[in-house]
């Protein structure tokens, strides 16, 4: 296989990161924090990487096949974690490098798992840092859903190829495109999030950070209480609108804005997340009114429908200490935490276009157990859903339940106790963020976890963010013969 176009787009992709890193240096700078010099070295060592491998494969080749694709997409997630983990590795936190690489890797795929306490009394070029990976991971995931996986067929994502492109040899051309205008919107998106979050009551620095891990629907918060540490409920309820819209395919928004805005309703997809959201809100709010967990009507609503939002959204803030809710209210955020929300977005989990696709095939086969004879098609969006495409999200489910099944047994292996190995092989495989457990709950991050464990829930979460078929294939001895 030619690995130059993987290097070329890495080299690319690392250079972006290196410029990134200035933004944390000169905040630390002003700061007065001594963390600004780390930034800059890490943004030297990245950028000289960076265009070393662009300048040393820039020619000689001129398309982009599907192994290649693979390749440079499982490769870019791993890549940029490793280079991103530099500057919490050499900061002022004293992390080591498993613990760093853990924090890079939960940010670049929006998981919002940490291994940092402390986060009141961080610089603020640190907590800038990890808002701007969960940023620059929630856009490369939009990108890459709605201009790579539909061509390599990922778990169903060939069903939305009519939104992409036709032939994997427009896969650079028409990806450049896509990111320029998905970007436009991505940004105006947080912006307004961050003005309207500094209105409700957040200062700058804080509005500017939830403002990025919201839309990316990342989770990583200034504060050790996430987003509890804020008290006014209206900053709750424009998180709670920042974690949708991250939530709903970006192509939408395109359509949208060239003026079909009819469309973001007429999308079945958007018709279910707002629909399980809606129901999960209004059941959390009646458990924790009727618990006996002593909330007010209102402060139900708001923690109930928060919480809900964040964890099927796979953001991963927390409002409120939901691990007190008890069986019901843990059982039902623990099922969400696997729906996710719709292919094109930042969110993760399976999706909920999987569930659609299960649900209308499920349908049919009813149909045929009481009419033998009968011909009965499945529908999405109202047009047949080919057989591959069913074949594949069966399989994704599969492999979905497999892993976790893995991750949870080899995290219990190490020595977790139940609750911990289930919960952090769930938030892992799922990108949410969150878990609970007799060694997470102690400090509510991951930090006491072995060393081992924490690289294992790292791959949990690269697996889980790349739809799993996009990393697992790299492992067949088929993939690498010419």
Known sequence: MDVRPVFFVLGILLSI???????????????????????????AVTLFVGVAMMLTTRSGWSGFTLRQAFLMTTSA????????????????????MTDAFFESMSGITTT????????????????????????????????????????????????FRVEAFETSEKVLPRAAQMAGEISIVYVGMTF???????????????????????????????????????????????????????????????????GDALSLTRDSQVRWMISILLISSLLATFWLVKGAHHETLHDAVRHGSFNVVSIMTGTGYASSDFGTWGGFGAALLFVLMFIGGCAGSTTCGIKIFRFQVIYAE???????????????????AGKPIPEGVAQSVMGFFFLYGVS???????????????????SGAATAISNVGPGLGEIIGASGTFKDLPDSAKWLLSAGMLLGRLELFTVMVLFLPAFWRA
């Open 17 to 43: 990161l290196a410029l990134a890193m200035t933004l944390p240096a000169v905040v630390d700078a002003a700061y007065g924090s001594a963390d600004w010099q780390v930034f800059i070295t890490a943004s």
């Open 404 to 422: 976790f099944a893995v991750l949870a047994v080899c995290l219990g292996l190490l020595g977790l106790d139940f609750t911990t190995a289930i």
């Open 112 to 159: 919002g798992s940490t291994v940092i306490v402390g986060l009141d009394e961080a610089a603020p070029g640190i907590l800038l840092w990890r808002a701007i990976l969960q940023w620059l991971g929630g856009i490369g995931i939009i990108v890459m859903a709605l201009a790579v996986l539909p061509i390599l067929q990922v778990g169903g994502m060939q069903i």
């Open 192 to 258: 307004l999030t961050a003005v309207l979050l500094w209105f409700a009551g957040m200062n700058g620095f804080d509005a500017v950070a939830h403002a990025m891990t919201s839309i990316a629907t990342g989770g990583f918060s200034t504060h050790d209480a996430s987003v509890g540490y804020f008290h006014q409920p209206l900053i709750h309820w424009v998180l709670v609108v920042a974690m949708i819209l991250g939530s709903i395919p970006f192509v939408l928004y395109l359509r949208a804005l060239r």
């Open 77 to 96: 997630w791993l890549v940029i974690a490793f280079f991103g983990a530099l500057p919490l590795a050499f900061s002022n936190l004293d992390l080591s």
């Open 362 to 380: 499920a349908k049919t086969q009813l149909r045929k157990l009481i009419q033998p004879n009968g011909v009965f098609i499945p529908y999405y």
